[in-house]
């Protein structure tokens, strides 16, 4: 199955843990012969939640680059780019679904070139339960569902 992956799952890359997530969720994934996407803007999102830590001084700023550097550079990591047309009007329609842009382009990526996007966002998540969302979905990608890890893994 091709999977995007919501930022979250990548914060370990970088240095930064997620209580009650496995550290190796993406290795776990593609042990498990799955096709693994993400979203260009994820990042940007990691390079401003280390930004953060480099800050604070919780995290040197090497260890976020190299981190970073691992993501894009494995190539079993496929990363779509948000500037797409079709991908930025679907993520538009879902502005008025969400409110962050960010959560409308990762959800647009894995809608227009995924299987599923894989997720913790609740806000997200309760989206299957939207109308106007699920007929988006049937006019772009009728077999594309949202799920947590835990039922991936």
Known sequence: MKLL????Y????????????PKDAPIKLISKGHQISISDISIFELSAKG???????????????????AIIYDERIETIPTHDSKLLLTA????NMLTD??????LSSAINRCDALI????????????????????????????QALTKTL
């Open 5 to 8: 992956l919501d930022t979250i």
């Open 10 to 21: 990548l914060l370990p890359a970088i240095g930064v843990s997620v209580k009650e997530l």
């Open 51 to 69: 930004a953060k830590h480099i800050t604070t001084g919780t995290l040197p700023p090497e260890r976020v680059t190299k981190g970073i550097a």
């Open 92 to 95: 538009f329609k879902l502005r």
């Open 101 to 106: 842009f960010i959560d409308c382009l990762i």
């Open 119 to 146: 997720t913790e966002d609740d806000d997200i998540q309760n989206l299957e339960k939207n109308n106007e969302f699920n007929e988006l979905v049937t006019a772009i990608n009728p077999k594309f569902k949202i």
